[in-house]
């Protein structure tokens, strides 16, 4: 996917004023939070299973060499086709040439982030293959060439009249303007491809070393049918995602839906272990399984290595503040909000993502709602160094900053200063007590806020006249 | 170098490099064989009132049925309650049923696109989040609980088990090893892609009747 990361700053500003964003937004805000926080009610020992959770995404990222190889033993004794694959090229290769030496036309995705990380389709399509994304919001989005918004709901920027009107277009039907109506006409048109593609393509939630199986969940069943009609069925899975145990899945189970849609469990759960077996009634001739790292490795050598846990719920998107007022295009990749803000700049360098790190208040919603407990503004934090180190922060910032070191190394100039700013800023602040300019770098602080002004004395001052008093 | 050994050297580093080089290898496996549960919440509920619970939670419906005969005439009762088609496909253990005394026409056969309900058995159930544990296999077409607008699935009620831990325990004992694709099923097919409004039937079924067969 094309990276465009780099205008943060402007697209969010464009987000902010965009009416039909807003609506989007507003439509949305609130919804997952609250869905999830009457879901975790569900566990009398939710904080007890969030850390166990964390210890063992930290205990399969530790081990992730082991796990690996016994997933493959496991796998390959079942009858499936493992491939390995280090770069997006690679992985997109891959799976044309499966397609292409199967003689395969017509090709059936389930929702994957991976495929967007690596424009699985266009590569595809280019090669001459039919794509056909089938989860509801990706078929939309497909549909209108966009990219999507949420992670677990892609589409959810788009309006039900944008979308009656794409349909209208699409399908060259008479326009519908009930929702039940168009997710009811999106099954119809998909469920010949369903039973007529040569191939389908899913994701990974998981794979599980212990049995050699990958397991994705979904809640439409376009999981399910990718995965049992075609007579290929390859799965993309990032190496990360390998855990030890079922056990290890059913604890992961008991937080992923909640912390996502705030459900008990996805509508299906499909744990998949190899090809058709003899006498089956359905199933793939072929399971291919390809095992990628596209960066993978490298984040688990850098300090942001915690956000290799990341089970892709969403939950700190919908609980940040900054997601809520821009959504997630603004962010310019594959993972918006804060775990995009971590994870862009780790895969495709700090350089083509540079405000990402800044687009967030460290209010630490993030943080606490994060199934597998990623320290999201600890990480954010190392970034905003890294820009520090790498001199990629603007430089009338870096000036600024490298003033008020100087300034602050200094006591009693500091105290003298900042008696100084102390009363001019009550002053600047007026009746209001709010300054709408600040001089210099600052104008581009309070360009979209008010600083609340000084009220004309420091802390160390009122501190010595209390200690006095 | 194999892009395989590539990945796996860069694992190693990575993990050297972050002196987080984890458990001798030893201990992975022993995990592997162990697979030790994690924390559990308290569950302390009766399972069959907690599974009907959570399966109406789902969106399914629910029915009793004291004797295996009288299946036939329980799905009749639904579909008609219903006002739906009173023609299917059902799994070849209950192809041996008097579907057509019941008024039912039904065909021991996997499902097509065509059909329009489809009756199915069940490994086990869940009665943590009300669901179906359905297992591939040659008489267990995962088409029939797929295609059909309607699934209906029968369930014993000394099949319904505590947590998803206790299915794979039930499945080491049982089955010896996984089948190709276990499906764990929670009521009917939904999506919230557009403004998220509910709404069933997005690929899969519409509904989802379960049948607690007592035999």
């Known amino acids: 996917m094309e990276i465009t990361s780099a205008h943060f700053k402007k697209v969010a500003g464009q987000k902010l004023a965009d009416k039909k964003v807003q609506e989007a937004l507003a439509r949305a805000k609130g919804k997952f939070v609250v869905a999830r926080a009457k879901a975790i009610e569900e566990l009398d020992n939710f904080e007890e299973i969030r850390r166990a959770a964390a210890d063992v995404r930290d205990h399969c990222l530790a081990n992730l060499d082991q796990y690996l190889e016994q997933w493959e033993d496991n796998a390959t004794a079942a009858g499936t086709i493992v491939h390995w694959v280090e770069s997006a090229e690679e992985m997109n290769r891959t799976l044309l040439d499966i397609a292409t030496g199967n003689n395969v036309r017509k090709v059936i995705k389930s929702k994957s982030m991976l495929g967007e990380e690596t424009g699985v389709n266009e590569y595809l399509e280019r090669g001459g293959i039919d794509v056909r994304e089938t989860d509801l919001g990706e078929y939309i989005i497909q549909q209108a060439k966009e990219y999507p918004s949420h992670i677990i709901a892609p589409a959810t920027h788009k309006s039900k009249d944008d979308i009656a009107t794409l349909f209208a277009e699409r399908h060259q039907r008479p326009r519908l303007d009930d929702i039940a109506q168009l997710t009811h006409e999106a099954r119809e048109i998909l469920r010949p491809h369903f039973l007529d593609a040569d191939m389908g393509i899913t994701g990974a939630n998981f794979l599980v070393a212990e049995t050699g199986s990958t397991m994705i969940v979904t809640n439409e069943g376009n999981g399910r049918m990718t995965t049992t009609l075609p007579r290929i069925h390859v799965a993309i899975a990032s190496i990360e995602k390998c855990i030890p145990t079922l056990e290890d899945l059913s604890l992961l189970m008991r937080l992923l839906a909640r912390s996502a849609t705030g459900q008990s469990i996805s509508n299906y759960l499909s744990v998949t272990t190899g090809p058709r077996r003899d006498g089956d009634s359905d199933g793939p001739e072929q399971f291919h399984v390809i095992l990628v790292d596209i960066g993978r490795t490298r984040v688990l050598g850098s300090e942001l290595r915690p956000a290799l846990r990341c089970i892709r719920c969403g939950a700190c998107m919908n609980h940040c503040p900054v997601y809520q007022n821009i959504g997630g295009h603004a962010y310019g990749w594959v993972y918006p909000g804060p775990i995009g803000s971590v994870l862009t700049p780790a895969y495709v360098g700090l350089e083509k993502a540079v405000d990402l790190p800044n687009a967030a208040t460290f209010c630490n919603q993030c943080s606490v709602a994060c199934p597998v407990k990623i320290p999201l503004p600890d990480l954010m934090r190392k970034l905003r160094e890294k820009q520090t180190e790498l001199k990629l922060a603007p430089a009338g910032q870096r000036v600024a900053m490298r003033v008020w070191a100087w300034l602050a190394s200094r006591p009693t100039l500091y105290a003298w200063a900042t008696k100084l700013a102390a009363r001019v800023g009550k002053i600047a602040g007026g009746r209001q007590g709010l300054v709408h300019r600040l001089p210099l770098v600052g104008a581009e602080w309070t360009r979209g806020r008010d600083l609340p002004a000084p009220r004309g004395k420091t802390f160390r001052e009122i501190y010595a006249a209390r200690k006095r008093s | ?215």
């Not at chain 2, 050994?5 to 995990?31: F, K, M, P, W, Y």
């Not at chain 2, 309650?81 to 005394?101: A, I, K, T, Y």
Request: proline share 6%; glycine share 8%; charged share 20%.
């Open chain 2, 1 to 215: 170098m194999s892009a395989k050994d590539n990945i796996l050297a860069r694992i190693r580093a990575a993990n050297t490099a972050q002196a987080a080089t984890g458990e001798v290898a030893s201990t992975a496996a022993a995990r592997l064989s162990a697979h030790p549960r994690g924390p559990m919440p308290t569950m302390t509920w009766d399972p069959l009132v907690q599974f009907r619970a959570c399966s109406i939670a789902a969106a399914s419906t629910i029915d009793e049925v004291r004797r295996r005969v009288e299946l036939p005439a329980a799905v009749a009762r639904y579909l008609r309650q219903n006002s739906l088609p009173m023609s299917g496909v059902c799994w070849p253990e209950f192809g041996d049923l008097d579907w057509l005394d019941a008024g039912l026409e039904m065909q021991s056969r996997p499902a097509t696109g065509d059909d329009k309900v489809g009756v199915t058995g069940s490994f086990c159930a869940l009665a943590e989040t009300g669901t179906l544990v359905l297992l591939s296999g040659e008489n267990q077409a995962a088409t029939t609980s797929l295609l059909p607008e309607t699934h209906i699935a029968v369930v014993n009620t000394g099949r319904v088990v505590v947590s998803m831990e206790d299915v794979w325990d039930l499945l080491r004992a049982e089955t010896g090893g996984l089948p190709r694709q276990i499906n764990f099923v929670s009521g009917p097919s939904r999506t919230a892609d557009i403004e998220m409004t509910l709404v069933y039937g997005a690929h899969g079924p519409f509904r989802v009747h379960v049948l607690l067969l007592d035999e």
